[in-house]
């Protein structure tokens, strides 16, 4: 054994913060010694034997979108013809759906679309409460596009957002908060700190959020980590953060293209997003982009959560990706790993 | 950099002792292997071993499948693959057409060509000579991998032949190794229930160790994650190790995960990613005679397939191109492979990709 690696296991044993030096030396490790460590970590945080999920839908209002990103296989630019905005009727089958499925929330996300107006949102949030469902709703990129476009200071929109319903956000749109490779894949989709700026203004009013990472496409395994370093620093300042996702890139159908990340760096990336977010308490398997097999063996990578059932998944299913998993697969997954399921809603808290 | 690696089961250690020493591992470290929950400690252990045998060498081969029937009189309660004679989606190639797909594929560097397929009624054992002599016309460095212990028997029969003669005939038309499936689980219980008329293991044995005498190597397998236990998952290890012992023709060991859509078994699930990843490590602890241990990422899927190279494994399998026994269960695997994508794949583990022939002999790619 090295000194090296005998003094980083004896800091995570400590609990003691990773610098970012040390948190690079992690790369270096073995992937069962990685695992091993980030599931100590996991099990001192997370000391019960269970594994939680949510049931709720996705449900993608609108694909239009301005962004332009390279590295998406699901938006249209303004005036395609399969470009599309959810009317009413199918916003309600969607919702009884879910309703039928003893569902708790909704995960609502769109493009970044001009055609709407602020009073849409807003009816489309009060909606979706009058079935009696959470709405987990609008990754920073969206927050941003509707300040600009209402010209509203970021806390005036938030707080009409929540009057209108909005109980909390997802960490989507994060991609690598690195602003060189953030240049290269979404140059109009804003700056790592204008997501950190959308994270720390809802933190401020009371709203949880999630931050995620897309892994696995131009960037370096360091800027992988400033990612890490930046949502561990506002989660020092804030308290926000309810859970991390990090999720590889799928190159199907995308302007990007290249190879997916395969199992083994995924795993490696989670473990490493255990040991560096000490401050944040979940971490999320991604069953959509890994499938259940590597899912259930990354709840021995420092992985607690499950993720949700969707229903449907537009955004990675555009990519030629498509694992679907139900609430009784979920299930028996958790429990195969030797786990207790169980539910929870958007904000963490047990069903 | 180097990580001293800590057990959550302390069961696991007096087993990290005798692996680290080289000794033998009993029955009743198999069955408390098995038994452990402790995932990555079962893949630390059996990274030890795979290390010391093959560094960071993690093999595939250019490959192509042919299964050339379906027909089968075995009925096997796990086959999604067989069907009798007459029945729907009963199919067998002619001769013509066998070649045919050989000749399709003459332009890539192909070196083996594994042949499965039942135990047919009534095609007559030139069939199968002309099979593999027709192949060894069209493509003569290649090398077949054809027949399980279940056909080759089944062949004999046919042919009022002894398995030796048998195998000595199929040798003299181009037959270079075995594949070895048809093993399923040594256990008569299991046996009794899933497949009665099928070739026992004693049977299977004598025409692995038969054709280990004769020069010509092959694999084994289990078919696990149906009904069997884990004592009998380690009993088949054991009776794999002490055929080794005798013969030491087995190149790899295969565990291969059982697929329940469209089998007589089909309320069942299947084995979980944690099973297959455990089963492959325990293979490797107690196999300490056969040189290689196989993931067949058919039946994995291509990201466990990679994982298990952490677990133990040191071979991927090959191209594949077109398979149809686990597809036929319901594996929702894609058909094959490119050697760019298996390459990628063995890298991203960490170790070094060596194409390989059927006899572990490297091939420069």
Redesign the interface.
Known sequence: ??P???HL?EKIGAADRLNFAEAG?LW??????L??WA??VRQRLHPEPRVTYVVDRNINYTNICVSGCRFCAFYRPPGHPEGYVLDRPALEAKLLELKAHRGSGVLLQGGLNPGLTLTYYEELLSYIRSFGLAVHGFSPPEINFLARQFSLPLADLLRRLMAAGLSSIPGGGAEILADRVRREISPRKGSSLEWLTVMAAAHHLGLKTSATMMFGHLETRAERLEHLFKIRDLQDRTGGFTAFIPWAYQPGGTALGG?A?????Y?RTLAVSRLVLDNVPHLQVSWVT?????A??AL?FGADDFGSTMLEENVVAATGVGFRLDRTEIE??IR???YEPRGRDHRYGLV | MEASFRFQDHALEPIREKVAAGVRLCREDGVVLFASADLLGLGYLADLVRRRRHGRRAFYIYNQHINYSNICVNGCKFCAFGRKAGDPGAYEMSLEEILARVRDRLHEPITEIHIVGGCHPSLPFSFYLEMLAGIKRLRPRVHLQAFTCVEVAHLADLAGLTVADTLQALKEAGLGSLPGGGAEVFSPRVRQALCPTKLGPDGWLEVAKTAHRLGLNTNATMLYGHMETAAERVDHLLQLRAAQDDTGGFLAFIPLAFHPQNTGLSDLRGPSAIDDLKTLAVSRLILDNIPHIKAFWVMLGPKLAQLSLCFGVDDVDGTVMEERITHMAGAQTPQGLSRKQLRALIEEAGCRPVERDTLYAMVAA
Not at chain 1, 28 to 33: C, W
Not at chain 1, 261 to 265: D, M, Q, R, T
């Open positions: 054994m090295s090296e690696s005998q296991e030396r270096d490790l073995d992937l069962l010694t695992g091993r599931d100590a190879e990340a395969g199992a083994v760096e795993l890994q499938g259940p097999k590597i259930q063996v021995s028996t997954l195969e790993a030797g």
